[in-house]
Nanobody
């Protein structure tokens, strides 16, 4: 079973930045589009951003456009989510997933365990 591993979450003040990483030890992420999702207790899992296999196409949810940047380094088998100007409403567990390009949960077959991001003063 393909397993992804997220890292880089934590506590940050409003206006601050974090960079999340998504790795898959022993497996090749370059074969997949990668999506980033977030989930708050009591709400559904929301698509935040996605990037195509080669990195030529990206998409963002309206709520994060202009603040978040997704990128990938296939040589390092790693995908990143740079999050700037963070807001309290960005607080959630963030997941990366491997599958086909798009912001819908159903497009992705393989998921990580998630990393907590908390934006608070």
């Amino acid at each position: 079973q393909l397993q992804l591993v997220e890292s880089g979450g934590g506590l940050v003040q409003p206006g601050g930045s974090l960079r999340l990483s998504c790795e898959a030890p022993g497996l090749t992420l370059a074969y997949y589009a990668i999506g980033w999702f977030r989930e708050v207790p009591g709400k559904g899992r929301e698509g935040v951003s996605c990037i195509s296999r080669e990195g030529s196409d990206t998409d963002y949810a309206a709520s994060v456009k202009g603040r978040f940047t997704v990128s990938r380094d296939n040589a390092k088998n790693t995908v990143y989510l740079q999050m700037d100007n963070l807001k309290p409403e960005d607080t959630a567990v963030y997941y990366c997933a491997a599958g086909t390009y798009g912001l819908s949960v159903w497009r992705y077959d393989y998921w990580g365990q998630g990393t907590q991001v908390t934006v608070s003063s």
